[in-house]
């Protein structure tokens, strides 16, 4: 019998989950070398700044296959692509089996901003996630699904104030363009208050798959503010800097993995043992 060889099995399982992913339209997912390559620093930047043990261990020991410890942190690079990759294929096609329509949903609440001298606190998702579940349950149950989590960026104002805002992305299907933004309606006040759009609502019509890898993503970027060339106000995105970068990655390894994902209605599949929360 011809000797199993671990590396080279590993490496085509590696193949065929990019191949999947290709033929889904998402031809760009990140490989095992650039998760290696994002942990390494992660968990170099953790250390070098002070991070206690608490956040970091276990975090060099994960791998394409399996986590450093046994119940992971949302943070690890590893983790989220196997629960992306996990997800991504099942969704799609829970979502392409649905009639009607199929919403992207993005919503920046004001209330969900906080300062970045503030420490970061879990109960920031709870709060926005909570708020989802309330104005849902307006829609009512029957046909509604959803999947998406809570981000955070980073906002620097024209005057250099620096807010970190959080924000929902989720996919949703069983309801109308018209009910949703009814539902999701922020006051106008509240608006204002926010100085972007709080709330937008696309039509999915292609790119499903990649839509729905975008709404369970794992990075963070800085949002600067500028006025261009008619006076307007306008957002540059970049990369964050190195302090909010260790705010960031602190942050999400404080967490469990799977602690900002949130599903709505009956959902079969929990891959990776990721705990899904119903909001
Ligand atoms: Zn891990």
């Known amino acids: 019998m011809k000797p199993s060889n671990p590396g080279a099995k590993a490496t085509r399982r590696q193949r065929r989950i990019a191949r999947r992913m290709a033929a889904l339209g ?52 590893f983790a989220a692509r196997r629960f992306r990759h996990e997800m991504v294929p099942r969704a799609t096609k829970i979502f392409e089996q649905r009639e009607g329509p199929l919403w992207f949903v993005t919503v920046i609440h004001p209330d969900w901003s906080w300062p970045t001298t503030e420490p970061f606190s879990p109960d920031r998702i709870r709060q926005a996630q909570d708020w989802l579940a309330t104005r849902l349950e307006r829609l009512g149950k029957r046909n509604l699904l959803a999947i998406g989590s809570w981000e955070f960026c980073l906002n620097i104002e024209l005057d250099g104030t620096c807010t970190w805002s959080g924000h929902l992305h989720f996919i949703i299907a069983g309801v109308t363009y018209d009910a949703l933004e009814q539902a999701l309606a922020i006051s106008k006040v509240e608006a204002t208050a926010s100085g972007s759009r709080p709330l937008m609502i696309k039509p999915v019509v292609s790119r499903l798959a990649r839509t729905i890898a975008y709404c369970i993503k794992m990075n963070s970027e800085q949002r600067l503010a500028y006025r261009d060339k008619t006076g307007r106000k306008n957002r540059n995105h970049l990369p964050l800097r190195a302090p909010e970068q260790y705010y960031f990655d602190h942050a999400l390894c404080s967490i469990d993995k799977g602690a900002r994902v949130f599903w709505f209605d009956a959902w079969p599949y929990m891959p990776d043992g990721i705990r899904i929360r119903e909001v």
């Open 26 to 77: 998402v031809p760009d997912f990140e490989t095992p070398a650039d998760c290696a390559k994002r942990q390494q620093r992660m968990v170099g930047r953790l250390r070098r700044r002070g991070a206690g043990r608490e956040t970091t261990e276990g975090l060099a020991d994960c791998s394409p296959k399996s986590c450093g410890m046994f119940e992971c942190r949302d943070g690890c690079h």
